[in-house]
């Protein structure tokens, strides 16, 4: 198994001659990374960048999943290119966590020791009927409280079982709390949906730069 990661400066203004302030302030850094997992089964790479515009590549061989990666992206504004290839001939298992492994890398090496995040998310996400509410916490401390109740068996040709093993494999890679209620929802594809897209939200917050932290972690210990 590789993994790299990168922080890139954001760009620099291109107008002449700052002002001395100006000239003297510098840009908080673009948290990015990219990693890549490779076993006997699976093959991924993920590239994540916290301060995007909601741009997505999925590209694992999993439809249902490509689309739950787009609402990641489009929801929580990050930057997300994933490409896996896996034995999706046998079944999406092994895929389907590996990829929620590699995005759980990603996120804690593009967050860094988590100086200055909000640390907190929360949202609730309708989609018609669904009504579905995440509230998650960077804490370092991986635990998952799970509450969905998907009414078949599959959504397309995508396991519905796998929404949680997906969210397993993200919370235990990225060190976070994670709790999922379904408040109300009939239509399987809905409530997962509702999920994904209260999930980015619920991470675009958590994961946002909070200016009176000046950098501290936001931890009364001092450490996540």
Avoid: W
């Amino acid at each position: 198994m590789v993994s790299s990661i990168s922080r890139l400066s954001a760009p620099s203004d291109l107008s002449p001659e700052p002002s001395s302030d100006l000239a003297h302030s510098s840009a908080p850094p673009i948290r990015t990374a990219s990693v890549s997992r490779t076993t006997k089964e699976t093959d991924v790479q993920v590239t994540l960048t916290v301060e995007g515009t909601g741009q997505c590549v999925a590209d694992t061989g999993i439809p249902f999943l490509d689309h739950m990666l787009h609402q990641i992206a489009s929801h929580g504004l990050f930057d997300l290119e994933v490409r896996a290839t896996g034995d999706i001939e046998i079944d999406d298992h092994h895929t389907n966590e590996d990829v929620g492994i590699t995005l759980g890398m990603a996120l804690r090496e593009a967050l860094g020791d988590r100086k200055g995040i909000t640390r907190f998310g929360h949202f609730v996400a309708p989609l018609d009927e669904a009504l579905v509410q995440i509230s998650l916490d960077f804490s370092g401390r991986p635990h998952l409280s799970y509450g969905l109740t998907i009414p078949t068996q599959r959504v397309g040709t995508y396991d519905t079982q796998l929404v949680r093993e997906f969210f397993v494999a993200i919370i235990n890679h990225a060190q976070m709390t994670l709790h999922i209620r379904q408040l109300d929802g009939l239509n399987s594809h809905h409530i997962i949906e509702a999920t994904f897209k209260a999930f980015a939200r619920a991470m675009r917050m958590a994961t946002e730069i909070d200016p009176r932290r000046a950098g501290t972690i936001p931890s009364s210990k001092g450490v996540l």
